[in-house]
């Protein structure tokens, strides 16, 4: 079975400074990895998304994510935090080892950026 | 290109009673899941529909049932409604064939469900 691992509930980081949102996964198989980002009364928007290659992946909004294979991670990162970034990420993580699957997602990381 | 529209925003309904919930998908989608936020359990897969099939299915109990039509258009009943079925539904639509596994899910803004 497929699962995703968001250790930390909130993230506080001031403005200006560069932020890291952990995630960790599970799978049988090869993993296709994603970040999401809710802003409150929304929906979930798409960052971006690991699927095979460079292990440094780059997204929307300066954002990108490493992935480390033997580490089963794939943090999100972004050098410069802004006000606007405050928000729900979540990771996401598709197994490629029996065929289709569904998206699971892990239980979200509040990211909040002080002025 | 218009994004997925989830209908209504919100939705005020008493325990017992069902609902119904639509989701239209971007142009071309033909993939439709179903997602149920709340605080507690986070973001759980109700369901999955491809080109009218349902293609998978979570761990939800029987009151919770889908169905997609021909234009892709999804639909989800709740039937019996409790007390705890109070969340956010999403909706999400992938684009791509049956076997686009790299691709992401695009959400609507999602309905607002509280039953008294």
């Known amino acids: 079975a497929q699962s995703v691992a968001q250790p930390e509930d909130q993230v506080n980081v001031a403005e200006g400074n560069p932020l890291t949102v952990k995630c960790t996964y599970s799978?049988?198989?090869?993993?296709?990895l994603f970040w999401y980002v809710q802003y409150p009364n929304r929906g979930l928007q798409f960052l971006l998304k690991?699927?095979?290659?460079?292990?440094l992946v780059k997204g929307s909004y300066g954002f990108e994510a490493e992935f480390n294979k033997s580490q089963t991670s794939f943090h999100l990162k972004k050098p410069s935090a802004l006000v606007s970034d405050s928000a729900l990420y979540f990771c996401?993580?598709?197994?490629?080892?029996?065929?289709?699957?569904?998206?699971?997602f892990g239980k979200g990381t509040m990211l909040l950026v002080s002025p | 290109k218009a994004g997925v529209t989830q209908t209504p925003r919100y939705l005020i309904k008493t325990r017992g009673q069902q609902v119904t919930l639509s989701c239209s998908p971007i142009?071309?989608?033909?993939?439709v899941s179903w997602y149920q936020q709340t605080p507690g359990q986070g973001l759980q897969f109700l369901f999955e529909?491809?080109?009218?099939?349902?293609?998978n299915k979570g761990n939800f109990p029987g009151r919770f049932s889908g169905r997609q039509f021909s234009n892709s258009r999804s639909e989800m009943n709740v039937s019996t409604l409790e007390l705890g079925d109070s969340a956010l539904y999403l909706c999400?639509?992938?684009?791509?064939?049956?076997?686009?596994?790299?691709?992401?899910?695009?959400f609507g803004n999602g309905t607002r469900l509280t039953v008294t």
């Open positions: 996401a993580v598709r197994d490629t080892f029996s065929g289709y699957s569904t998206l699971t």
């Open positions: 799978v049988s198989g090869n993993p296709y």
């Open positions: 690991y699927i095979t290659g460079d292990n």
């Open positions: 142009s071309g989608h033909r993939s």
């Open positions: 529909y491809f080109s009218e099939t349902q293609r």
């Open positions: 999400a639509s992938m684009g791509g064939d049956h076997f686009s596994y790299n691709s992401p899910l695009h």
